[in-house]
């Protein structure tokens, strides 16, 4: 990865509440669907996806559906159905893993979910027993091979229907922050004292409950975030600067085994850039369709139209290839179904367990 520059601690508008942020875009959408005649036309953008990935999207109905040899890139995982005894769903949750051909460390995250809810590294028998106690019954989660490689990206990848060949719209890259230990200070003074991590301290602080007291070592290093989502406390680049042909012939390729894929982000990991650049030598960890962003809005050098002007591109396109797809003969699916799925969605997501 290339060296963090520096850069503003935070943007002015990176953690606005949304509502005021995208405010001016769902402005746009409307404008788009009267354009184009169809509000649910974002529902089409992806057909073979349910919802098109918009809401409430399965994350293992979505990675079935990435097939062929490009399969072997996606990092393999198991599912388990949180029911009945946690203690007793650890030997089934291991049983599982080992018929994918994995074992710890793994990450732990809910099937359904988006933003980085309940994403957690689960190194032992123990931190999955403790991850099945705080986990909602009734919904699924997936126990993924922890990817090897400190690198990690986003690649928000689009083709028009009929076209050979798609193009990358957004390249993040993502940075995980870390405070330092000088022997005096508490973890809860060095993340307050940060010049990035102290005016976000909310993210932080609840990680380290039962340990803001602690004081670390002289140069002892401790991560402030695990999961590579802006909005849990990751610091994100703008990357559109690294992208390379290969690349985009890499993720054509990947798309191509994604039935009717057309619009969305992939989050890959990977251990050398070079290699990355050059389409070789990463795994995806997710993917996600018509919902996903252009994550590369909250590099915080980016100005607020700059990144309204990235959103309203991204919308641009995500109604005209519904509307594209709607001409092939694609229908979206019905409202009472979306609403189903956004409830549904927002309920699970406020029950997994605190993100890492």
Not at 136 to 162: M, N
Not at 230 to 250: M, N, P, Q, W, Y
Request: with cysteine; proline share 7%.
């Amino acid at each position: 990865m290339p060296p963090l520059e520096p850069a503003p601690p935070l943007s002015r508008f990176e953690f606005w509440p949304g509502w005021i942020f995208y405010l001016p875009i769902w402005g746009l959408v409307i404008g788009l669907a009267i354009r184009h005649r169809g509000l649910r036309l974002p529902l089409l953008a992806n057909p073979a996806l349910p919802a098109g990935g918009l809401v409430g999207e399965s994350k293992s109905e979505a990675f079935a559906a990435l097939s062929g040899p490009e399969r072997d890139v996606l990092a393999p995982y198991a599912t388990l159905l949180r029911c009945g005894n946690a203690g007793v769903q650890v030997a089934v949750a291991e049983a599982a893993m080992a018929a994918a051909g994995i074992g710890y460390p793994v990450v732990a995250k809910p099937d359904l979910g988006c933003r980085g809810a309940g994403v957690r590294p689960v190194r032992d028998r123990a931190e999955l027993l403790a991850y099945l106690h705080g986990f909602p019954r009734g919904e699924t989660l997936i126990l993924q091979r922890l990817a090897v490689g400190a690198g990690e990206a986003g690649v928000f990848y689009v083709r028009e229907p009929g076209r050979r060949q798609g193009g990358i719209l957004s390249l993040t890259l993502k940075y995980f922050p870390e405070i330092i230990g000088d022997g005096r200070a508490t973890i809860e003074t060095l993340i307050r004292r940060d010049p990035r991590a102290g005016q976000v301290a909310r993210l932080y602080l609840p990680r380290f409950a039962g340990r803001l007291g602690e004081v670390p070592a002289s140069g002892e290093r401790v991560p402030l975030v695990f999961a590579g989502n802006h909005s849990k406390g990751a610091i994100f680049r703008d990357g559109r600067g690294f992208v390379t042909e290969a690349l985009v012939t890499r993720f054509d390729a990947i798309a191509d085994s994604i039935p009717g894929f057309h619009f969305g982000r992939f989050d890959v990991r990977f251990a050398d850039f070079a290699a990355f650049r050059g389409g070789q030598g990463f795994t995806i960890v997710e993917f996600n369709g018509a919902g996903a962003e252009a994550t590369h809005i909250w590099d915080s050098r980016m100005t607020l139209f700059g990144a309204w002007k990235t959103l309203a591109r991204q919308m641009a396109l995500l109604f005209a290839i519904g509307a594209a797809n709607r001409r092939l003969g694609h229908r979206p699916e019905g409202w009472r179904m979306l609403i189903a799925r956004w409830r549904r969605e927002r309920r699970a997501t406020k029950r997994y367990p605190l993100t890492a």
